[in-house]
């Protein structure tokens, strides 16, 4: 890692689940999603997250170059490329207990967004 990538990603270098072996492994791998048009907000949360914890690459089908150019600005490291060998990206389904009112679309994006770019760094990280 550069000096700059050390500085930027110290507190996950501190973490004991990370390490330095773990973000050098987030750093050198990728991932593929895919925004879907039932719920575009879940993984174009995910990816921000992804590019924001030091995933080296992102291949996402179907953003717009504003959308990617967002996620860009989280992730100075990650590269957006047209295709990769990465792992998917998988969303949690909409949890049962879930509240079931007008206003919980954002919300929701947020909480299957998170869960998703945190389990998918975690798998990465302590290979």
Known sequence: MRDEQV???????LLPDVGGLGQTALLTSAVRLELRESEPD??????????AGGVGGLMIRGATEA???EIAVHGPDTRLADS????????QP?????P????????LAFWRGG????????????R
Not at 42 to 51: H, I, P, S
Not at 84 to 91: E, F, K, N, S, T
Not at 94 to 98: N, V, Y
């Open 42 to 51: 879940a993984e174009l949360l995910a990816a921000m997250y992804l590019a």
């Open 7 to 13: 500085r930027r990603y110290a507190r996950h270098i």
């Open 100 to 107: 079931a009112t007008d206003g919980d679309a954002t919300a």
């Open 115 to 126: 869960i998703a770019a945190t389990r998918w760094m975690a798998e990465v990280a302590n």
């Open 67 to 69: 959308q990617l150019a």
């Open 94 to 98: 909409k949890p049962a207990w879930w």
């Open 84 to 91: 990769c060998h990465g792992r998917d990206l998988v969303l």
